[in-house]
């Protein structure tokens, strides 16, 4: 596939499943040698290790505060290991992963540093592994939400264009893209307030007058089962060359 037929979204994606559904699917996980860069609080880390079997992860977060809440935990699998580290310097040996996963994270990257992740990729990648990149994509409800005091449209766009140039560029292979919807429910703006406002790898410092506008938009999409946002994500599956 080559980078002109790459798309930074499809409208017309209306499939919503679990993110694990689509990785599981896409990857051979049993026995592999796996890095995910940017883990968060290591939700899809547990899945991968629980479910997918592989020999080990070495799950890397940037964030001080979560990587130092991953160390405490006690329900990890052993085949973990949290490492404090970014996606520009994966501490990993060339040529030593089947598999790199990326769920989210490379929009979070500084924008000057996301050529110098998909050479990393490429590095720590034997020859025909794997990078898995989802990003969610700019538009539906929840983003209209978290654009007003978080408006990540620049970003997004330059995590893909990231990757256009190392397709482009030779830098990696596209093996395909996906384009589905995953669920990004809240039980009240509470909810909101402590999953996203709160998270430690962003400050958001929002004025009085700003809190109230971001209340009522989000209160606008309130049921009687909470808010229930569908949101639209790309996964850009990459190869590294043999």
Do not use: W
Not at 146 to 162: K, P, W
Not at 163 to 168: H, I, L, P, T, Y
Not at 172 to 194: G, I, K, W
């Amino acid at each position: 596939m080559s980078t002109v037929s790459m798309r930074i979204q499809d409208p017309a994606a209306t499939q919503v499943v679990e993110e694990a559904e689509v990785y599981m699917a896409l990857l051979s996980l049993d026995g592999a040698q796996v890095i995910e860069l940017g883990c968060g609080a290591a939700a899809h880390t547990r899945v991968i290790a629980e479910i997918g079997r592989p020999a080990s992860i070495l799950a890397c977060e940037v964030d001080e505060v979560q990587h130092k809440k991953n160390l405490a935990a006690t329900d990890v699998p052993e085949t973990v290991t949290f490492v404090r580290a970014g996606a520009e310097a994966i501490p990993a040996e060339d040529d030593t992963a089947d598999v790199v996963l990326m769920f989210k994270s490379l929009h979070h990257v500084p924008m000057k540093s996301m050529d110098t992740v998909m050479r990393e990729l490429r590095r720590v990648l034997r020859p025909g592994g794997l990078a898995y990149i989802s990003e969610p994509v700019y538009a539906g409800d929840f983003n209209e939400v978290l654009r007003l005091f978080h408006d990540e449209g620049e970003v997004r766009r330059a995590a893909f264009e990231a990757v256009r140039r190392a397709v482009r560029d030779g830098v990696l292979e596209l093996v395909e893209q996906r384009f589905f919807n995953t669920r990004n429910d809240f039980d009240d703006f509470a909810d909101f307030e402590d999953r996203v406002l709160g998270v430690t790898h962003t400050e958001h410092n929002l004025s009085p007058e700003l809190y109230e506008a971001v209340r009522r938009t989000f209160e606008g999409y309130m049921g009687p089962d909470g808010a229930r946002f569908v949101m639209p994500i790309r996964v850009d599956l990459l190869r590294c060359p043999v």
